[in-house]
């Protein structure tokens, strides 16, 4: 005889509950309790059940489906959060559709049309730097949860880790070991994150006396840092304190001290933004403040779930701290190496 096919209705018995009940599990609607959800998850597992997504979207006025939609594909963090939250969603009978816009609010908004064709059940979504969208046009997507950058045209639940008081006490370290010319190589001036951010650095450096708090501006890529740093170099060369907006912010940073031949941290002092596996690699290894991408991505997979299932989530702001992880990248400023001369 063959092996019974797995159904719906042979994860039930399993479980001693309603093929109904299931498909609340499967869907995350309805009310059910933790102690049955994870029954019927182990159940599906253990029976290898996979239900028939096409015939589920057919049934259902939306589809299984969440969708991601990031700023900037290019960076590690959005593959860092997109694992997060996938392995969140594990189990719940959801899949995930990775899209990106480039920080383009066009094709932000083009990329969202695509989606909302798909009736997604939800919608994890970092904005673009100058995206106009709208409670109006988010609520296509049922559920949304913002992450990292927040929008102050919508009101949605979004995940966020403490920028100011990370930056801070970045800023904060490199003043304890006397530097006095420290400079913040920002994102996008439009950018929420860029915002906060810079009104930590500041902050830190008020009312400091003999202290210089230098800002650029930039696309938060590498190349935008390397010629940031190149340019802040040139025109004050008496920086010897550098804190960068993001991963590859920072690593323009470090490549921009190697060319102008300034040592870290003998000549110029760095304390990144997010942890990046090349930077335990540099010698020394890099401090940083490490933001919490798994956490984040996590609760906002957690966010999701609880609201496609029923339950109330209020909107605002759910922050994750980031900490300051102390390496080798600072120390106390040289003072008789004059840059330029």
């Not at 003998?266 to 540099?282: C, E, K, N, R, Y």
């Amino acid at each position: 005889m063959s092996e019974e096919r797995s159904t719906i209705y042979t994860v039930a018995r399993a479980v001693g509950v309603s093929a109904q009940t299931v498909s609340r599990v499967l869907n995350g609607t309805g009310q059910v309790s933790e102690k049955t959800r994870a029954a019927v998850l182990a159940a599906i597992e253990a029976q290898d059940y996979r239900p028939n997504a096409v015939g589920r979207s057919l049934r259902a006025s939306r589809t299984p489906m969440i969708g991601v939609l990031v700023a900037d594909i290019g960076n590690p963090f959005y593959a860092r959060l997109h694992r997060a939250i996938e392995r969140r969603l594990a189990g719940s009978g959801y899949s995930l559709m990775l899209i990106n816009c480039d920080d383009d609010a066009q094709i932000e908004r083009y990329q969202l049309d695509l989606l909302r064709s798909y009736r997604p059940t939800g919608l994890v979504i970092v904005p673009s730097i100058r995206s106009s969208l709208s409670d109006e046009d988010l609520r296509a997507f049922g559920h949304v949860v913002s992450v990292s950058r927040v929008l102050d045209s919508v009101d949605v639940p979004a995940v966020v880790t403490n920028e100011r008081e990370a930056v801070g006490s970045a800023a904060e370290e490199l003043l304890a070991h006397g530097h006095t010319e420290v400079a913040m190589i920002l994102g996008p001036r439009e950018a929420s994150t860029t915002r906060a951010r810079e009104e930590g650095f500041r902050a830190a450096l008020t009312g400091r006396p003999g202290c210089q708090a230098l800002v650029r501006y930039t696309d938060g890529t590498r190349s935008g840092g390397e010629a940031a740093v190149g340019e802040l170099f040139r025109t004050h060369p008496g920086v010897t304190g550098v804190i960068g907006f993001n991963a590859p912010v920072t690593e323009g940073i470090v490549s921009a001290a190697l060319t102008a031949g300034r040592r870290c941290p003998d000549d110029v002092s760095v304390i990144g933004f997010t942890d990046a596996g090349w930077m335990t690699l540099h010698r020394p290894a890099i401090s940083v403040i490490d933001q919490p991408v798994e956490e984040m991505g996590s609760l906002a997979g957690h966010l999701l779930l609880d609201m496609a299932s029923g339950k109330t989530v209020e909107p605002g702001p759910r922050v994750v701290p980031g900490t300051l992880i102390r390496r080798g990248s600072v120390a106390p400023p040289a003072t008789t190496k004059e840059y330029g001369a």
